[in-house]
């Protein structure tokens, strides 16, 4: 079966698209990442998809008058690279309605928490503020509200007493590194079903107890 083809849009350090990078390089993995967007040129991300053999792009959105002609910009790419899923992976621009919209239910972000909790800048200040026992990540597909569509994959992380930002941040990275992956896939295998808010995942393995933080 033909590969579903992805675009990586980044900012950054692109581990996650490190993550993706090498999960695609997996045997039977069904998804190939075709195109790497960057708005900026010197996201380090971009590195790592040049060594990997992947086709990268640059658009830098400050060459553009407004949101709607950066957007128009980057639809433009992924559409001539026949892109059928775009992945945001530590990209810092505010994508338009317009584009949320042209994308729907192909369009997925990570973000550093338990959605709906922690939305928005520094979630693990915000975490740790809340004095929360898990926080996490979560894998959704974008809607035009920020960080709010449908869940495809969370991973629960515990927050420990020694924590700091860049502690908890470390530690939920890791699971980050686990989840993309994984929501990339169970997509490209056919197998997520959007319904309303929720998202349904044929064949999905429950796991196996509740978390507790912390033990006796
Ligand atoms: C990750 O924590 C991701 O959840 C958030 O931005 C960070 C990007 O990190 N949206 P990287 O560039 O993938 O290393």
Not at 174 to 189: G, N, T
Request: with cysteine; aromatic share 6%.
């Amino acid at each position: 079966m033909a590969k579903l083809k992805i675009g990586i849009l980044i900012s950054g350090r692109g581990s996650n698209l490190q993550a993706l990078i090498d999960a695609a390089a997996e045997e039977g993995y069904p998804a190939e990442i075709a195109l790497v967007i960057a708005n900026k040129a010197d996201a380090a991300g971009l590195a790592r998809a040049e060594a990997a053999g992947i086709r990268t792009e640059v658009i830098p959105h400050r060459r553009f008058a407004d949101r709607q002609a950066f957007d128009a910009a980057l639809d433009a790419s992924l559409t001539a690279a026949g892109i059928g899923l775009v992945c945001l992976a530590g990209f810092m621009r505010i994508l338009t309605p317009w584009f949320a919209e042209r994308w729907r239910d192909r369009l997925l972000n990570i973000h550093p928490s338990l959605l709906p909790a922690f939305k928005g800048l520094d979630p693990h200040a915000q975490a740790l503020a809340a004095g929360v026992r898990f926080s996490g990540c979560t894998v959704h597909f974008v809607t035009p509200e920020m960080d709010s569509g449908p869940i495809i994959v969370q991973a629960a992380v515990p927050v420990l007493d020694g924590d700091d930002e860049h502690r908890l941040a470390d530690r939920v990275l890791e699971a980050e590194h686990r989840c993309y992956p994984l929501a990339v896939r169970l997509i490209a295998e056919g197998r997520v079903r959007v319904s309303g808010q929720r998202v349904l995942v044929a064949q999905a393995q429950p796991p196996a107890a509740a978390a507790i933080n912390p033990q006796a």
